[in-house]
């Protein structure tokens, strides 16, 4: 997993896009071990944490909150890991970018004009029942990071707490 998330952190920082190679890769190298090592016991449980932990993802892609590589990063960490592991990196993940962008707001001088924009484009969003707004919104105004710079630490703090701990 870890030589795994070298390389995507380095496509997603470097090119701001994560090769489908590599997803594909991930998701067939982690079904391929936990079939050969605990048999279909693991596939099984490695194919769950395929469709879980991209399951989830997808839900926050279908809400633009991140792109299809990271889908897809997240379900190649769940057929590597499993299910349960692959729950504990999303949790702990999503934390790290809410903290993340809380500190991307406050650095940067426009921290209460971006706060009061978001909030306009929601109600606009909700009024007119459409996320276009919320993707205007994305485009032009927001600030973005690449989703990595959240992944590894709770990727790193799953593993601390799962099997450190």
Do not use: C
């Amino acid at each position: 997993m870890f030589i795994f998330l070298i390389f995507a952190s380095y496509y997603d920082m470097r090119y701001q896009r994560l090769p489908n190679w590599l997803n594909v890769t991930g998701m067939l190298v982690g079904m391929a071990y936990h079939l050969v090592v605990y048999q279909i016991d693991g596939f099984l449980n490695s194919v769950l944490g395929l469709l879980v932990a991209g399951g989830i993802m997808l839900v926050l892609y279908i809400f633009k909150a991140l792109g299809a590589g990271d889908v897809k990063l997240f379900a190649a960490i769940g057929a590597i890991t499993g299910i349960l592991f692959s729950l504990y990196a999303i949790m702990y993940t999503i934390i790290f970018a809410g903290i993340i962008g809380l500190i991307v707001l406050l650095f940067t001088k426009t921290f209460l004009v971006n706060i009061t924009l978001a909030l306009l484009h929601i109600k606009e969003s909700m009024k007119k029942k459409s996320l276009t707004p919320l993707d205007e919104f994305k485009n032009n105004i927001s600030n973005k990071f690449p989703f990595m710079y959240a992944v590894i630490p709770g990727v790193l703090t799953a593993f601390y707490y799962m099997y450190l701990v």
